[in-house]
């Protein structure tokens, strides 16, 4: 039996124990359903292998072929990840398009006993899903935009907004980037990855109730953030963080440790800038970090490079911005200001709420 999928939010409430992407590595790792575990009936190298012999020698040598190499991975999974599973487990498996490598899998868990279905249309029905939700349909709920120049700790605020009763999107979490160019934390998911990690969060918002995001650019790292929300940010009312710079200074080399803490890195980062940046400075600025030096040269960033950029890019934001004093931004300090921030969202909600 195959479920259709028809809202991004029924996927939780189906009640599967399991959910099973049974497609190639490869495929998995650029994106797959939440939650669902890899078990691939065919690796990224038998895939190829039944492709080419689908085109140049026979589909049924291909199928054959394919055959074969499904039943040896399937018991591979059996006698593997599932052993432990009872005669109660039910999962849910799916493919790319619903068809064979979910269908054939499915068929062997359902001799064992075992009460398996499968998605009507696999994954691409899944992805179809996520790109209404985040291409067609109009963003869901009003948006508010935490703004404040580089290292006013806004994300940090953004992330203690929740248990203040605001809800968030965190777009640099879900991009695994900080949104600058010494913002990287790893590897940032695949562009479908993000989307979906997107989609689902937007899934799971009130609609009638505001949802703040950080000030971003309209890619954060290498994630390109959708047409109809990147809008709604450049259209939203803003909350500006007001810090001065020597606060701001302190509060990055404390946020970007693991940046300073590896010099090769960080060296290669300050190169990058060359660019827009005369030789000396450059020159300047690796010598702060060679010696460790590390608050005054991200005061030096702020003051020659990030802070320029910033008022650029705000300039078109002038309307609607309130701003909100920061002067401390050390660790103890940030609970309060979330409280003002969230203070002014909720007002900012109740005025929307009494427009006509």
């Known amino acids: 039996m195959a479920v259709t999928l028809t809202s991004l939010s029924q996927i939780a409430a189906l009640g599967f124990d399991d959910i099973i992407d049974v497609r190639a590595p490869s495929e998995f790792a650029e994106d797959h359903v939440p939650g669902a575990i890899s078990l691939p009936v065919l690796d990224d190298e038998e895939r190829a292998r039944v492709g080419t012999i689908y085109k140049q020698v026979s589909p049924f040598d291909a199928r054959k072929l394919g055959a074969a190499l499904v039943a040896r991975n399937a018991a591979?999974?059996?006698?593997?990840?599932?052993?432990?599973?009872?005669?109660?487990w039910r999962p849910l498996v799916y493919c790319w398009r619903g068809g064979q490598r979910s269908g054939s899998f499915a068929t062997i868990l359902g001799q064992i006993g075992w009460?398996?279905?499968?998605?009507?249309?696999?994954?691409?029905?899944?992805?179809?899903?996520?790109?209404q939700a985040l291409y067609d349909a109009p963003?869901?709920?009003?948006?508010?935009?935490?703004d404040g120049n580089t290292g006013s700790a806004k994300t940090e605020v953004l992330n203690l907004l929740p248990a203040r009763g605001v809800q968030v999107l965190d777009l640099e979490g879900m991009?695994?980037?900080?949104?600058?160019?010494?913002g990287a934390m790893g590897p940032q998911p695949a562009q479908k990855g993000f989307e979906t990690r997107l989609a689902m969060a937007i899934a799971a918002l009130d609609p009638t109730r505001?949802?703040?995001?950080?000030?971003?650019?309209?890619?954060?790292g290498q994630c390109r953030l959708p047409p109809r929300l990147w809008r709604a940010m450049q259209e939203a009312p803003r909350i500006a963080l007001a810090a001065p710079r020597?606060?701001?200074a302190e509060y990055l080399a404390r946020a970007y440790a693991d940046v300073t803490a590896d010099r090769a890195r960080l060296a290669a980062t300050l190169e990058a800038l060359r660019p827009w940046h005369a030789g000396e400075i450059i020159e300047d600025?690796?010598?702060?970090?060679?010696?460790?030096?590390?608050?005054?040269?991200?005061?030096?960033?702020?003051?020659?490079?990030?802070d320029p950029r910033y008022a650029r890019h705000r300039s078109?934001?002038?309307?609607?911005?309130?701003?909100?004093?920061?002067?401390?931004?050390?660790?103890?300090?940030?609970?309060?200001?979330?409280?003002?921030?969230?203070?002014?969202?909720?007002?900012?909600?109740?005025?929307e709420g009494d427009t006509p």
């Open 76 to 88: 591979d999974h059996i006698a593997g990840p599932l052993a432990d599973r009872d005669g109660a």
């Open 115 to 131: 009460r398996v279905e499968t998605v009507a249309g696999g994954y691409k029905a899944f992805r179809q899903l996520v790109v």
């Open 139 to 146: 963003f869901p709920c009003p948006v508010v935009v935490l």
């Open 175 to 182: 991009a695994n980037h900080r949104g600058s160019l010494f």
């Open 210 to 220: 505001p949802v703040v995001v950080e000030a971003e650019s309209a890619k954060v």
């Open 246 to 248: 020597a606060a701001r």
């Open 285 to 306: 600025w690796l010598r702060l970090a060679e010696a460790g030096d590390f608050v005054p040269l991200a005061d030096q960033l702020m003051d020659l490079h990030y």
């Open 316 to 351: 078109r934001f002038e309307v609607g911005v309130t701003e909100v004093p920061a002067p401390d931004l050390a660790p103890g300090a940030l609970p309060g200001l979330a409280d003002r921030v969230a203070g002014i969202v909720h007002a900012l909600a109740l005025a």
